[in-house]
């Protein structure tokens, strides 16, 4: 049977024998404050986020291209190496934050491709996955980044998208038959 609970404090529970305490939750304190904003208050607040953003749009470029650069890295140590699980999941993380950059900073189509990467080393064929599919992949991304394309309408880059999203079909059917 459990111990009785005596309640001595809002942020103390005493049982028989030990105290839990529940100390004060600052982060939902915080978040209330945020909300209790007047709307000119929120206005200017936005303000200067826009113009933070502004300021450090210049670097925008450098980043992505450096993350670009970290994902064929990565990939490079993932074909050189054992191809394991180990690697596939650090492969798996640079590009989910490759991807989550190639959206925010306007490259919809290496978004695309690099969700459609995450996927394919997420997914039970992973393994049977040749590493030339992935290095398409990884290519296409770095030449879309490389080019500029920002526009998800560039007819040679949706033809990169959708020669991928071909062979990464073809694939599971076969996969899928044998």
């Given at each position: ?156 880059a949706r033809a990169m998208v959708d020669s991928l999203a071909a062979i990464m079909a073809e694939h599971r059917r076969a996969v899928q038959q044998v």
């Open positions: 049977m459990a111990a009785p609970m005596t309640r001595i404090a809002p942020h103390e529970d005493v049982h028989d024998d030990h105290v839990v305490v529940h100390p004060p939750t600052t982060l939902r304190d915080k978040g209330l404050s945020r909300a209790a904003m007047t709307p000119l208050e929120l206005a200017e607040f936005l303000e200067r986020g826009d113009k933070a953003i502004e300021a450090l749009a210049p670097s925008f470029g450098d980043w992505i291209l450096g993350e670009t650069w970290r994902l064929a890295e990565c990939y490079e140590v993932f074909e050189a190496g054992p191809r394991d699980d180990a690697a596939a999941k650090a492969l798996f993380i640079v590009t989910h934050d490759f991807r989550g950059m190639a959206k925010q900073f306007g490259y919809p189509l290496a978004a695309k491709i690099s969700e459609s990467l995450g996927e394919v080393l997420q997914s039970p064929l992973a393994g049977t996955i040749p590493a030339v599919i992935l290095r398409h992949h990884v290519e296409a991304i770095c030449a879309i980044v490389r080019s500029g394309v920002r526009d998800d309408t560039n007819p040679t």
